[in-house]
């Protein structure tokens, strides 16, 4: 019985008769010994590394962001506003031309007068003088440039070289655009050209000198630099 214990247990397997009334009793020491056979389990260690954190920002006022791109607009426009004033003054059109600021852009206004003779879109000479000084300035911007032309009320005459003022109101827009183009100095990529022809006057064309009032080239330079998407 021993015997068969040790084999089936691998315990040590004790008799003993020191039981009551002399029945034999048996001993079994069932704490196993390790088998020679039984070779240690190799132990695979995985080691799990988390994600990491996302950095947390500090909360930002987007109305201070806000304010501050429009003060650096504010800026920009300001210094242009100046510098074309000085422009101006140099080309001997002080008091011809209107320059107006206002917040992301900057205004030049010329009078048909100074630009174009009536009914055509040839440029005078002392409008293209005053355009090189103001191409030079233009070149050290990064805004958009956008050129307008406008006319007033009366419509064109049958048989002439435009159909309509649509049209008079595109050349001339155009006749500037090929100005600031001519020393490659200014972008083509800015530069935008629109036609109104009398569809936006500045006032009523009730009189001969409100007439002449609407009739005008309009040069914007927006101080926002953000790119302008054409589709």
């Not at 101006?88 to 206002?102: C, F, H, T, Y």
């Not at 050290?140 to 049958?158: K, L, Y």
């Amino acid at each position: 019985l021993a015997g068969a214990l040790n084999e089936a247990f691998g315990s040590t397997f004790i008799d003993s008769f020191t039981g009551d009334e002399g029945v034999p009793t048996a001993t079994v020491d069932l704490s196993l010994k390790p088998s020679e056979d039984l070779q240690e389990e190799s132990v695979e260690t995985v080691v799990i590394e988390s994600e990491p954190e996302e950095p947390v920002l500090d909360d930002v006022d987007e109305s201070d962001i806000l304010k501050a791109a429009q003060e650096a607009m504010k800026f920009r426009s300001e210094q242009l506003e100046s510098k074309l004033i000085d422009a101006i003054s140099a080309g001997s059109l002080e008091g011809l031309v209107d320059i107006e600021r206002k917040d992301d852009r900057v205004l030049i206004r010329f009078p048909n007068k100074v630009a174009f003779p009536a009914g055509s879109a040839e440029t005078t000479g002392k409008f293209e003088a005053a355009m090189k000084n103001l191409t030079n300035i233009l070149s050290t911007t990064a805004g958009e440039i956008i050129i307008g032309g406008h006319t007033d009320n009366v419509p064109i005459m049958p048989g002439g070289r435009y159909r309509s003022n649509w049209e008079l109101s595109a050349a001339r827009a155009a006749a500037v655009v090929h100005i600031l183009l001519k020393d490659d100095v200014v972008s083509p990529e800015r530069l935008t050209i629109q036609g109104f022809a009398d569809s936006r006057p500045r006032v009523n064309n009730d009189t001969e000198d409100n007439r002449a009032m609407n009739r005008r080239v309009e040069i914007t330079i927006l101080t926002d630099t953000t790119p302008t998407v054409h589709e």
